[in-house]
DNA sequence: GTGGCATCGGTGACGTGTCAACCATTTCCC
DNA sequence: GGGAAATGGTTGACACGTCACCGATGCCAC
C-alpha cells in the first residue's frame, strides 16, 4: 500500500486556486481585448510580436517555435493561417534547402504596430498596474524558478526532454 | 497618433514575461504528468474534482460552470465526451425541468480518488514546493486581486465572491 | 389564461492545438 | 560513395473550445 499522499495546506491550496483563476481570467480578458482592439488572437499577437523583435523581421521557422516554446506543429499549422490573411510570408533558405523563414509582411508590420499599444495598455489595466512594485519582483522571481526547473527538465518525472530555453 | 503609450518598463516588462512563460510550461507539464498518471485531460480532472466536492458527488449543470469558470456549451460538450467513457452522468431535475444535473458515476469516483494523489505529488514538484511560504502568500494574494478585479469588471453572474472550494 | 421574456441546456459549424505519420534534405560513418 | 539516421517542416485526423442559435421550460404582467 502506498502511504498516505501529502496533500496540499489550505495556504498551498489557496495559492494554487488562486492561480489557476487568475490564469483563466486573465488569459481570457487580455485574448479579448486584443481581438476587439486589433482582431487578433494571443497566438497572432505573439507571433508578431516574435518576428517584429527579430533581426530583418525574420526568423528561422523552427528557431521561432523554440523561442515562442510552440510545438513546430501548431506553429505550422498558424503560419499557414496567418500568410493566408497576408501578415507573414514563407521564404525559403539557400544554404540549407530543408530550412524555411517567415517574415513579417508591410500589413503584418502596420498590424503588429497598431495592436500594440493598445495591448500594452490591457496587460497594465488588468494585471501590471494592479501591483506593487514589491509584488511584481517577488511574481518575476517565482515565475523565473518555475521556469528554471521546468526547463531544467531535470524531472525524473519528465516523459519528454522540454526542448529550446536558450 | 494620440499620445505615446506607456510601455512597459523592464521590470514590469520582466513581470509579464515571466508570467506567460511560467503559465506555458507549468500547464503543459502538469498537463501531460496527469495524462500519464491517469489518462485524464485536465479539464476532466477540474471536472471530476469539481463533483467530488459537491454535496453527494452531484451537482446543476450550470451551477458547475458557474464554479468551475466555463462556459456552459464548454461544460455541455465536455459531459457528453465524459459521459460517453462513463466517468458522469446526467439527470434530470423534478423541481424545475429546464435544469439538469450531472453525476459521478462510480467509475469516475474511483478515477478521481486514483488520480488525485499523483497529480497533488505534480502540483508540489512543479509549483508549491518550489515556493518559500513568503512567496506562497504573495502570490495568492496577487491571483487575488487579480481575479476580483476582473469578476468585478465583467460578469454579472458573478455576484458572489467566489468561494475556493477547498 | 396568454403573450412576452428570461433562463437552462444542447447542437452544429468552425477555428485551433495535438499527435503521429510523412517527405525531403543533410549528416554521419563505414 | 552510399546507406542509415537525424533534422526541418508539413499534413491529416482527431479532440477541444467558441460562437451563434435552437427548443423547452419557468416566470410574470396583463
Redesign the pocket.
Known amino acids: 500500500m502506498t502511504s498516505e499522499p501529502r496533500w496540499l495546506t489550505d495556504a498551498e491550496q489557496r495559492t494554487w486556486q488562486a492561480y489557476r483563476r487568475m490564469q483563466l481570467l486573465l488569459g ?1 480578458q487580455v485574448s ?1 481585448d486584443l ?1 476587439a482592439d486589433s482582431g487578433l ?4 499577437y505573439d507571433v508578431l510580436s516574435h518576428l517584429g523583435l527579430s533581426d530583418r523581421n525574420r526568423c ?4 521561432l ?1 523554440d523561442r515562442m516554446l ?12 496567418m500568410q493566408q490573411r497576408g501578415l507573414v510570408a ?1 521564404e525559403g ?1 539557400a ?7 517567415v517574415v513579417l509582411t508591410a500589413d503584418g508590420l502596420r498590424t503588429l504596430e497598431a495592436a500594440a499599444p493598445p495591448h500594452v495598455d490591457s496587460v497594465r489595466r488588468n494585471f501590471i498596474d494592479l501591483l506593487t512594485p514589491e509584488q511584481q519582483a517577488v511574481f518575476a522571481e517565482i515565475g523565473e524558478v518555475v521556469v528554471r526547473h521546468l526547463s531544467a527538465g531535470a524531472e525524473p518525472r519528465a516523459k519528454k526532454p522540454v526542448r529550446g530555453t536558450a
Chains 1, 2 share one sequence.
Open positions: 481570457a479579448r481581438n488572437s494571443d497566438a497572432d528561422r521557422i523552427s528557431e517555435a510552440w510545438s513546430r506543429s501548431r506553429l505550422s499549422h498558424h503560419l499557414t493561417r514563407r533558405c544554404s540549407d534547402a530543408r530550412c524555411a523563414e
